[in-house]
């Protein structure tokens, strides 16, 4: 599952890693671990800056889902608390 995320402020975020991302069906989501944390598991995610470099302003992170088997049809939920505070969330049909 892929999550595309703009930084609309006025400084860059670091520590992408420590932001917690919420994924899964509607009304059934749960925390996933960053890669780095899920020792091998799933489901994790990883960040990419598109274009590379820092999440600076006016930049989108893509944000990448892993589950260790396809995800059902449905409606899903993604929220995005960054470690600064700052939140994001959607909802979404597969």
């Known amino acids: 599952v892929?999550?595309?995320?703009k930084n609309i402020g006025l400084e860059s975020i670091i520590g992408i890693e420590s932001a917690d991302v919420f994924f899964g069906p509607e009304?059934?989501?749960t925390r996933v671990p960053h890669v780095s944390r899920a020792e091998g598991g799933f489901p994790s995610w990883?960040?990419?800056v598109e274009g590379?470099?820092?999440?600076?302003p006016a930049t989108t992170l893509r944000i990448?889902?892993?589950y260790a088997?396809?995800?059902s049809a449905g409606r899903y939920f993604a929220k995005i608390t960054l470690p600064s505070g700052?939140?994001?969330e959607y909802t979404l049909g597969m």
């Open 69 to 71: 088997t396809p995800l």
């Open 86 to 88: 700052g939140t994001a």
């Open 64 to 66: 990448t889902i892993r």
């Open 46 to 48: 990883e960040g990419v």
């Open 52 to 56: 590379g470099g820092s999440w600076s």
């Open 2 to 5: 892929f999550v595309w995320v």
């Open 27 to 29: 009304g059934n989501f």
